[in-house]
């Protein structure tokens, strides 16, 4: 069966990575799929379980950093574009060690970006012009806010901690192969995201995993962090936007105007759980204030003017929305949660 495009997706096993390709196949009826992940502790196999039968989706366990297994699924499969979601992004375990932050989120996006810049110039005109490589970032490079101000593109990049940092260097590569190669790159930079399929060390999953089965809910010091949430879905529409009609070179922050104190986000859980499956003293009994993260930014929000105004997208979730079909869908998997808690789980809150 033949379509008119294909992309490689890597990290599509990964949370953002795997609502993305899901997205894609379902609107996408002309795009397949080349789904690249090493299947670290935060990939589930369950997940691509979905996808079993779909001719639209090829799956190859890898890793980014295997330059010559890059270099032939170039060769073999041609894609229109490259979404980059593979990364290490667990701001607790890049403290503890940062190492796989590095190896992966700047020596494999390196890696990447080099095989491609390699194999492009090989394709027809119209087919490099069509071409984009999409860096999927955080809001994380820009450091901290106070109690004011939006994070923009024009931010300057202060990173805290190890994975910010990372982040921040990959996303400098980015542009370099961009201005000194002419890659045609875009660079996306989102805030926090929620959903299903979502490794239970985030936030929103560690609480609800852990509501679910009666345990200990743990918040960094009194809860006051604050943070941009944004639904997976309306993220994946974000990617996808900028892909389909972004402008080589440039950056777009993706937000959804949603700013959230950890302790409220608790709380809201706690309620709506309080109502699908009540308990004895209620779900925010199980709160437990715990000491707070080295370097814990305190405020993270994004201005997504230039992503609406020039792409026109806005997110369809409000957070009361989101974080009821969120809550819905880890109430009725507790079979993929339990499954992915069998492998290597650090219990620490986000």
Known sequence: MSHARTLLVTGGAGFIGFNFVRAVLATRPDVAIVNLDKLTYAGNPRSLRALDGDPRHTFVRGDIRDRALVRSLLAEHQPAGVVHFAAESHVDRSIVGPDDFIDTNVVGTFHLLDEVRRWLPTRPGADRDAFRFLHVSTDEVYGALGAEGFFSETTPYAPNSPYSASKASSDHLVRAYHHTYGLPVVTTNCSNNYGPYQFPEKLIPLVLSNALAGKRLPVYGRGQNVRDWIYVEDHCRAVLAVLERGRPGETYCIGARTEKKNLDVVHAICDELDRLRPRDGGHRALIEFVTD??????????????????????????????????????????????????????KAPA
Do not use: C, M
């Not at 992503?307 to 929305?321: C, D, M, N, Q, V």
């Not at 009821?324 to 009725?332: D, E, F, N, P």
């Open 293 to 346: 993260r080295p370097g814990h930014d305190f405020r993270y929000a994004i201005d997504p003017s230039k992503i609406e105004g020039e792409l026109g997208w806005k997110p369809a979730e409000t957070f009361e929305s989101g974080i009821r079909k969120t809550i819905a869908w880890y109430v009725a998997n507790t079979a993929w949660t339990a499954d992915i808690l069998s492998g290597d789980y650090q």
